[in-house]
């Protein structure tokens, strides 16, 4: 369990973040829970999780038991009084709080579905506002377990799979329904190559065999190569590569497929990490490591001219 733990910690920092996931920091009347965590523990409370994560919620957010449930409105009083809860859309696995711009409130953002989450879930969310908020609170080894204990408590929440016979409803219902349908959607042969191939011969070439994925060619036309976390019908998450259908193309080679493959297998080798507050993706290491692949500029080249030209006579093709 240790072992998915920290796999799932990793991971989180992969997806692009959108704009606004950047961290308040900058400005200097706010001080927010981001600057506060080290970098190795931030990722499930700093992030915005980008499409491919969502599909790790595909079991989060279900009504466990509305009568236990109370209003984050009846619980934000006394100590809690002065925090604004925001329930976000865009919020899947990830949830944050700062300070408002003139120190007055707390304003925690949580994903949507913890709106209906247990009376103890969202009593433990405004104690994680308060505690990491709080002066000095960072290097007190009393609370700093109990913030650990708190996050802990709140993703097994959000990672929880439904209860016996229960059906998720609302957005958390729909999001489920659309990741299993995404789960089904996985079709590694294309009508030219079959990727599950071209995988087992980078990995075994690059990886020793040790890499774990599955891979699909992209159901958008022009759709983008990415990999991304997503997880199976028993729950257990993968590393999910999606190949741009452009590559399924009688001019693309083995070794042309290949590079692709290989750039998105780096990837679970080569996590993003954080420097001075910005996601390092495609950082020094990943590029010198992108040129050790045989064939990277034959494959560079097709990328850089061949695939645009590749899409377009695909979304041609498909408009007639
Ligand atoms: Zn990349």
Known sequence: MAGIASFFRQLSLFDSAPVEAQAPAARPSARSAWADIPAAQRPNVSTV???????????????QGASTASSFADLCRGPYAHIQVVAGKRLWESWRVAWTRRHEALRLDIPAMLEEAPREI?????????????????????LRARRGDLETRIREHLHAPPAEGTQPTGTAGKRLARNRRRVQRLEPKGAHH?????????????FEGRLQAKLTWSARLGGL?????????????????????????????????????????LHIAI??????????????????????????????????????????????????
């Open 49 to 63: 999780p980008a499409p491919g994560l969502d599909s790790l919620l595909e079991v989060a957010g279900y009504n």
């Open 122 to 142: 969202k009593e433990a969310l405004l104690e994680w506002a308060v505690l990491v908020t709080r002066r000095g609170g960072k290097r007190d080894p009393v």
């Open 194 to 206: 079959d990727l599950d191939a071209s995988f087992r011969a980078v990995n075994e070439r690059y």
């Open 225 to 265: 190569s990415t990999h991304s976390l997503a997880q199976d019908g028993e729950g257990q998450p993968y590393h999910l590569l999606s190949i741009s259908r452009g590559y399924d193309n009688p001019e693309v080679t083995p070794e042309i497929l290949g590079g692709v493959v290989y750039h998105e297998c």
């Open 271 to 320: 996590p993003p990490r954080r420097e001075g507050g910005r996601r390092v993706v495609h950082g020094p290491d990943f590029r010198r490591r992108e040129r050790e692949y045989d064939h990277f500029e034959v494959w560079r080249d097709w990328h850089r001219y061949g695939l645009p030209k590749a899409l377009r006579r695909l979304r041609k093709a498909k408009s007639r």
